[in-house]
């Protein structure tokens, strides 16, 4: 069974920092990665997503992941962070040929300070 | 806006009664995923449906049901609800398998 851990719950950022947040995946074969994030009292909105080729993804808002298939890995980096990045972000993993379903990770609350 | 919308927005009930969710997927999304998000258990995948027949199940209670119909909107009942059911009820659609796009969500709380 797949599974996703991100190891961080919460995370505090000055504005103009840089930020990673971790995600390690469990899966038999490749799977599709997925970095989501959760404004409060919103949906889920794709940041990026990983499904096959280059390793370095390039999202929306400035971000960008790495998939590290020797440690099963998909960090999410941005380089300098704003006050508005503040939300709570979700590492997926899908499996292909079998519907995709997502397995989520518990979720990385980011706060940003002024 | 992903294009997939749920109604109700909002759904407030009480213990031991039942609820339908809606959930109308983007034009062209063949596939519906329901997920569950509580602060106990966090995003849980609860069913997939593809062009109106079953295709995944994942920790979805026997008192959840649901089904998608033939112009692909799904939706999800819940029946004998119990406090714990009180969540936030993510649809999702895609094409085939593919990148999902999320619905806002229906809150349900039960009282």
């Known amino acids: 069974a797949q599974s996703v851990t991100q190891p961080d719950i919460h995370i505090t950022v000055s504005e103009g920092a840089s930020l990673e947040l971790r995600c390690n995946y469990s899966?038999?074969?490749?799977?599709?990665l997925f970095w989501y994030v959760q404004s409060p009292g919103q949906g889920l909105q794709l940041l990026l997503k990983?499904?096959?080729?280059?390793?370095l993804v390039q999202g929306i808002k400035g971000f960008e992941a790495e998939f590290k298939r020797s440690q099963s890995s998909f960090n999410l980096r941005k380089p300098s962070v704003h006050w508005s990045d503040a939300a709570e972000y979700f590492c997926?993993?899908?499996?292909?040929?079998?519907?995709?379903?997502?397995?989520f990770g518990g979720g990385t609350r980011l706060m940003v300070k002024p | 806006d992903s294009g997939v919308t749920q109604t109700p927005k909002h759904l407030i009930t009480a213990t031991g009664q039942r609820v339908t969710l809606r959930c109308s997927p983007r034009?062209?999304?063949?596939?519906v995923y329901w997920y569950q998000q509580s602060l106990d258990q966090g995003l849980q995948f609860l069913i997939q449906?593809?062009?109106?027949?079953?295709?995944a199940k994942g920790n979805i209670l026997e008192r959840f049901s649901a089904q998608q119909f033939p112009d692909l909107h799904s939706e999800l009942n819940l029946s004998s609800l119990e406090l714990g059911d009180s969540a936030l009820y993510f649809c999702?659609?895609?094409?085939?398998?593919?990148?999902?796009?999320f619905g806002p969500g229906t809150r349900l709380t039960v009282l």
């Open positions: 990983y499904f096959s080729g280059d390793t």
């Open positions: 449906y593809y062009n109106g027949e079953e295709r």
């Open positions: 034009s062209g999304d063949l596939s």
């Open positions: 997926a993993v899908g499996a292909p040929n079998a519907g995709n379903m997502l397995t």
């Open positions: 999702a659609s895609s094409v085939v398998d593919s990148q999902q796009f």
């Open positions: 899966y038999g074969a490749t799977p599709y």
